[in-house]
């Protein structure tokens, strides 16, 4: 029971007034016995967050994933300047030469803008070398962790059509407060529609209409992964032929132990084009699952990076001034 509620929770959490009441109703239990477990894997560090999930870069944000060398003596120091930027939501060591990978997020009205500010944050952390990757094509971004471990290796991707949006004013608003992380009550939306003004039906149909419009992913729970047993999260990376990116891409974002799957540029130093991040609750589970994807894809050599240490992992607060106050504070330095 616990873990289906847990799997449930990260695919879409019910946007009515009484979600916990609708989970309980599909598994035949109590309202208040859903509550009771969802509080408790909140207490454990097992659920990290329930909250709306956006779209960094439809929301009008310049976003990348970078990778930094960093002499071993100077990780901690960096790790603090890094971790201190609004924009920047992960942040990792892995078993490479560019031993420092984060994506950051940068909004229009940036002082910097995101070339600048990774050009700035490699002199605040003395990095010796930096590669900026950006995603060129989106196979797949899902964090689902099959916590039953009963669904199948595979998943269909279904292709989305978005409609159309022009975020108002109201609409940045539900953005920043549907962002926070939900109470676990009967009615956790209360306090969100009371600070925005508004009622449950007008909260809920803006939410789907962002949802509908790609701006929202989903409203769902985020895990802490170790913690809820997929200790084993291995970045693994591809030299594949771009003119197959397509058909390669879509296989290994078919694999359901994948979560991301993305197109990235090559550059001298880095002949890695695809990126796929796949869970597994052993190494040797996680393994073995991209071995299945090896004999299924074309590619002309791979890497494995594992995460060693895990320095920040949030949800960036969209349409606050954290970033403006941030740029701000360095305005002074030299890029």
């Given at each position: 029971?616990?873990?289906?509620?847990?799997?449930?929770?990260?695919k879409?959490?019910?946007l009515?007034?009484?979600?916990?009441?609708?989970?309980a109703?599909?598994?035949?239990?109590?309202e208040?016995?859903?509550?009771?477990?969802?509080?408790?894997?909140?207490?454990?560090?097992?659920?990290?967050?329930?909250?709306?999930?956006?779209d960094?870069?439809?929301?009008?944000?310049?976003s990348?994933?970078?990778a930094?060398e960093?002499?071993?003596e100077d990780?901690?120091?960096a790790?603090?300047?890094?971790?201190s930027?609004?924009?920047?939501?992960?942040?990792?060591?892995?078993?490479?030469?560019?031993?420092?990978w984060?994506?950051?997020?940068?909004?229009?009205?940036?002082?910097?803008?995101?070339?600048?500010?990774?050009?700035?944050?490699?002199?605040?952390?003395?990095?010796?070398?930096?590669?900026?990757?950006?995603?060129?094509?989106?196979?797949?971004?899902?964090?689902?962790?099959?916590?039953?471990?009963?669904d199948?290796?595979?998943?269909?991707?279904?292709?989305?059509?978005?409609?159309?949006?022009?975020l108002?004013?109201?609409?940045?608003?539900?953005?920043?407060?549907?962002?926070?992380?939900?109470?676990?009550?009967?009615?956790?939306?209360?306090?969100?529609?009371?600070?925005?003004?508004?009622?449950?039906?007008?909260?809920?149909?803006i939410?789907?209409?962002?949802?509908?419009?790609?701006?929202?992913?989903?409203?769902?729970?985020?895990?802490?992964?170790?913690?809820?047993?997929?200790?084993?999260?291995?970045?693994?990376?591809?030299?594949?032929?771009?003119?197959?990116?397509?058909?390669?891409g879509?296989?290994?974002?078919?694999?359901r132990?994948v979560?991301?799957?993305?197109?990235?540029?090559?550059?001298?130093?880095?002949?890695y084009?695809?990126?796929?991040?796949?869970?597994?609750?052993?190494?040797?589970?996680?393994?073995n699952?991209?071995?299945?994807?090896?004999?299924?894809?074309?590619?002309k050599?791979?890497?494995?990076?594992y995460?060693?240490?895990?320095?920040?992992?949030?949800?960036?607060?969209?349409?606050?001034?954290?970033?403006?106050?941030?740029?701000?504070?360095?305005?002074?330095q030299?890029?």
């Amino acid at each position: 029971m616990r873990d289906k509620i847990l799997y449930e929770l990260q695919k879409n959490f019910p946007l009515v007034k009484r979600p916990f009441d609708y989970i309980a109703k599909s598994f035949s239990v109590s309202e208040d016995e859903v509550i009771k477990i969802v509080q408790e894997e909140k207490n454990r560090g097992i659920i990290r967050q329930i909250s709306a999930i956006f779209d960094t870069k439809r929301l009008g944000y310049e976003s990348s994933l970078v990778a930094f060398e960093v002499d071993k003596e100077d990780i901690d120091k960096a790790v603090e300047i890094l971790n201190s930027h609004p924009g920047i939501s992960h942040n990792y060591e892995r078993n490479h030469q560019f031993n420092i990978w984060f994506t950051i997020a940068i909004p229009k009205n940036s002082l910097f803008g995101l070339e600048n500010s990774v050009k700035l944050l490699a002199k605040l952390t003395n990095a010796k070398d930096y590669i900026v990757l950006p995603t060129l094509k989106l196979f797949k971004i899902m964090v689902k962790l099959d916590t039953t471990g009963k669904d199948s290796k595979k998943e269909k991707i279904k292709k989305k059509v978005y409609k159309d949006i022009s975020l108002g004013e109201l609409h940045k608003k539900v953005i920043k407060y549907s962002q926070e992380d939900i109470k676990i009550t009967k009615e956790p939306f209360k306090d969100t529609v009371r600070k925005i003004g508004i009622d449950y039906k007008e909260f809920f149909e803006i939410l789907n209409e962002l949802k509908d419009a790609g701006v929202m992913r989903r409203f769902a729970a985020i895990l802490a992964h170790r913690k809820a047993g997929f200790s084993a999260n291995a970045m693994v990376v591809w030299d594949i032929d771009e003119k197959n990116a397509e058909e390669i891409g879509s296989k290994v974002a078919s694999f359901r132990a994948v979560s991301h799957c993305y197109l990235r540029p090559k550059f001298e130093n880095w002949p890695y084009n695809l990126f796929s991040m796949v869970h597994g609750k052993t190494k040797e589970e996680t393994d073995n699952i991209v071995q299945e994807i090896e004999s299924e894809i074309e590619y002309k050599s791979n890497l494995y990076l594992y995460s060693s240490r895990e320095f920040k992992k949030v949800r960036i607060k969209y349409f606050t001034d954290d970033i403006k106050r941030w740029e701000e504070y360095y305005a002074g330095q030299t890029c």
